[in-house]
């Protein structure tokens, strides 16, 4: 089992940039996948990124393609999400989550409580 801890959102002005990061307990964090999600106000939660054991496949939403990115590291337990040229999107809480698979979400089980972010215009 894993214990997930994201920060790093906040408030942040169109085509700004934000550091999001999970820090995860355990020994067995290279052992997951990890993946970053998102929920907007009365909206699903939606796939953003997802990287592999080692980091070396990563995955992305195409409306996040070339303006976010995901990268892990190992030795500190930690899954960043580098976001920039923040779009005005509102507000969102974006979730840190850890699965068996990165290219099959529907296997992430471990999620942490969420960061929001919030773009304004």
């Known amino acids: 089992q894993v214990q997930l801890v994201e920060s790093g959102g906040g408030l942040v002005q169109a085509g700004g940039s934000l550091r999001l990061s999970c820090a995860a307990s355990g020994r067995t964090f290279s052992s997951y996948a990890m993946g970053w999600f998102r929920q907007a106000p009365g909206k699903e939660r939606e796939f953003v990124a997802t990287?592999?054991?080692?980091?070396?496949?990563?995955y992305y939403a195409d409306s996040v393609k070339g303006r976010l990115t995901i990268s892990r590291d190992n030795a500190k337990n930690t899954v960043y999400l580098q976001m920039n040229s923040l779009k005005p999107e509102g507000t969102e809480v974006y979730y840190c989550?850890?699965?068996?698979?990165?290219?099959?979400?529907?296997?992430?089980?471990?999620w942490g409580q969420g960061t929001q972010v919030t773009v304004s215009s």
């Open positions: 989550g850890a699965g068996r698979s990165s290219s099959n979400w529907s296997t992430f089980e471990y």
């Open positions: 990287i592999s054991r080692s980091g070396g496949i990563t």
